[in-house]
């Protein structure tokens, strides 16, 4: 979890790596160390986050994400690291200590939201209150009081049956705030929504993530969400954290396929040499401006890269000659993917396409302008 | 409908019409005819009486009547208990275990209700447990032979229940006793109450290993059916049988009834 470039406060603390015996970043805050193992698969991830922060989970299916919110809640018990939350030793298998969920200040709002089907949206979230030992009598009425924060006063009543997906959301967060957590857990929030709604869901969200004054962790595989959701993100495939930091960061400087292909960049791996970067089998990418470091990333929006149908005259300084290897609508662009000597995503317009004559297997030349592609130390 | 031209419809329902009526409708029309009938030498009733329906239902046949219900209401108390505890604690138990529990909730209709009357009297007649010649020996006998229904009714209920939501009310601070009481129970209500109403139809017309077990004071309706058209008196014993349909069928509308009460006051509440 060694971060990039530092442009936040919140982002050095996630950019340092906890060790077990440290004092946690934040006494008010969370700091966890998660490790769980079930059969071949080992979830090792470090997260910590200042009360307040909202942090993304950010990974592909399977990637152990929600093994990882499942272990912050204590669903899932850890096999060796810790939790501590708010000052509060949560969880330490070397300690033996394990707080099971009912006594943790934890509130999750499930995928798919999970209201109870046999009670009212009310209830639904009187529910945690109740837990809690509060009177019927009171209970009702924070209820009611969370409910009308949602914007959801007039469905009280309403079994959740009867429930949009977008009003079910917000009752499931009702419900998830109402016990007064200090950790929120959010797994995959919007991905239960048709598009039309998911939009201004996620507006809200955002809205009352913010209201928030305890850590919030979004779970999903959607870099937008995270993007839009999260001060910060913690991208993590097969069980560990690949990359750590601010939205804008890890958009800019992505560290492995995975999220460069999230964000939609091409992204290299090479070694700096002679003003420019080898890549693997001998392919050199030339660059404008280039860091001072040995192992670099370079990445370039698919924007960056222009497809000719010969050889161009004038022989800008990185060309290849690819192969189509399929296409796709995106919005008014067409995204090509390319095969060669360096695999390529290109973006170009409907009409190029049809100049091009581009089709799968059709072999062109593509050129890159070095002051387009962006080094950064790997 | 997996036949669609119309002539196959029709024969379809013409021949599901050949197979029923005889099978199913008439016997039951003999019944309704044969509790009224004064006497019955030819094809149809000479006479009508509605003598049969009041000794039907009037001094032993009456006891025996509110002996079926106690015992129904009893034993499917008890099976409902026992079931659901089975279904809900066998969910959670190691594989095998649970295994072994389907396999021991499923034996009571594997083997004939005879064997189950003679294992229970042949258990029962002598300490430790002491059952024989008393209610309790009918009552126990039928929770044995319904508890089946209600464990696989209830375990067929949470298959289709999300055991998620226990998690869901884990989050929430809720206790292992509120998770049972206000989510998981609530949840299976309507698995509950079917199994209810099949094992009290169940256990009001059950014979095979009431006749192995039944003191003499405790004799079923069912069991008087049979001993009434023993000695010959078939036209009394359909009258017996209608009114123990009629019973079965009004107690079964009253659980019902009550299973409509809850949900409405929980609507309300």
């Known amino acids: 979890m060694t971060g990039a470039a530092e ?45 307040g922060e909202v942090v993304a989970l950010l990974g592909p299916n399977g990637a152990g994400k929600s093994t990882a919110l499942r272990a912050l809640a204590g669903l899932t018990p850890l096999g060796a690291g810790h939790t501590r939350l708010a000052g509060v030793d949560l969880e330490d298998p070397r300690q033996r200590l394990y707080t099971p969920p009912e006594r943790r200040p934890v509130g999750v709002v499930f995928q798919d939201y999970l209201l109870f089907p046999h009670l009212s949206a009310l209830e639904n979230v009187a529910f945690g209150l109740r837990c809690q030992g509060v009177a019927r009598r009171d209970a009702r009425s924070l209820a009611a009081h969370w409910l009308d924060r949602v914007d959801l006063a007039e469905h009280a009543g309403v079994k959740p049956g009867r429930l949009s997906g977008g009003q079910a959301q917000r009752v499931a967060l009702a419900r998830a705030l109402a016990t007064h957590p200090r950790l929120l857990l959010l797994d995959e929030p919007l991905a239960a929504l048709d598009a039309r709604t998911r939009v201004a869901v996620r507006a809200t969200l955002r809205r009352h993530l913010a209201d928030f004054d305890g850590v919030a962790v979004v779970i999903t595989h959607d870099p937008l969400d995270a993007m ?16 750590t930091g601010t939205p804008a960061e890890v958009a800019r400087h992505p560290r492995t396929d995975y999220v460069a292909r999230l964000v939609g960049l091409n992204l290299y791996r090479g070694t700096i040499s002679a003003g420019g970067v080898d890549l693997a089998a001998g392919r050199r990418l030339v660059v404008a401006e280039l860091p001072d470091a040995d192992e670099v990333f370079v990445a370039f929006p698919p924007a960056a890269v222009t497809l000719y149908r010969t050889r161009p005259d004038g022989s800008p300084r990185n060309l290849w000659q690819v192969e189509v290897d399929g296409m796709e609508l995106h919005g008014d662009t067409v995204r090509v993917e390319l095969t060669g000597p ?36 790997a | 409908m997996l036949v669609w031209s119309r ?56 006891d025996s009547l509110v002996v079926s219900i106690e015992t129904a209401l009893g034993a499917s108390l008890i099976a409902i208990v026992v079931g659901t505890w089975a279904a809900i604690a066998a969910r959670t138990a190691p594989r095998f275990v649970r295994r072994l529990t389907d396999a021991v ?106 006749i192995m077990v039944y003191p003499a004071e405790w004799r079923t309706l069912p069991v008087s059916v049979f001993t009434l058209t023993d000695r010959g008196k078939v036209l009394l014993g359909s009258a017996v049988t209608v009114v123990l349909l009629v019973a079965t069928l009004i107690v079964l509308l009253l659980v019902g009834l009550l299973k409509g009460r809850v949900e409405e006051r929980k609507r309300r509440r």
């Open chain 1, 7 to 51: 442009t936040s406060g919140a982002n050095k603390q996630a950019a340092s790596d906890p060790g077990p015996d440290r004092t946690p970043d934040h006494p008010a805050g969370l700091d966890a160390h998660l490790v769980v193992t079930r059969g071949a698969f080992r979830l090792d991830v470090h997260l910590t986050a200042a009360p």
């Open chain 1, 228 to 243: 839009v959701l999260a001060d910060r993100l913690t991208v993590i495939e097969a069980g560990h954290a690949v990359q």
């Open chain 1, 342 to 377: 360096v695999p390529l995503l290109a973006d170009v317009t409907p009409l190029a396409v049809a100049e091009l004559e581009l089709a799968p297997g059709k072999p062109v030349w593509a050129a890159v302008k070095a002051t387009e592609a962006r080094a950064y130390p």
């Open chain 2, 7 to 62: 002539s196959g419809r029709a024969f379809v329902w013409a021949l599901f019409a050949l197979v029923f009526a005889p099978l199913v409708l008439a016997p039951l029309a003999i019944l309704g005819i044969a509790a009224f009938a004064g006497d019955w030498n030819s094809v149809l009733p000479a006479s009508w009486t509605s003598e049969n329906i009041r000794e039907a239902t009037a001094g032993t046949n009456y």
């Open chain 2, 105 to 210: 909730f499923h034996l009571p209709v594997a083997v004939p209700s005879v064997v189950v009357g003679l294992g229970m009297l042949v258990a029962f007649s002598d300490g430790p447990i002491l059952l024989n010649g008393t209610k309790w020996i009918v009552i126990a006998a039928h929770a044995v032979l319904v508890v089946t229904f209600a464990y696989s009714t209830v375990s067929a209920g949470l298959d289709r229940t999300d055991a998620a939501f226990a998690d869901v009310a884990a989050s929430l601070g809720a206790s292992a006793a509120r998770v049972l009481l206000r989510v998981r129970l609530p949840m299976l209500l309507p698995s509950i109450t079917a199994a209810a109403s099949l094992a009290i139809a169940l256990s009001m017309g059950e014979v095979g290993a009431t």
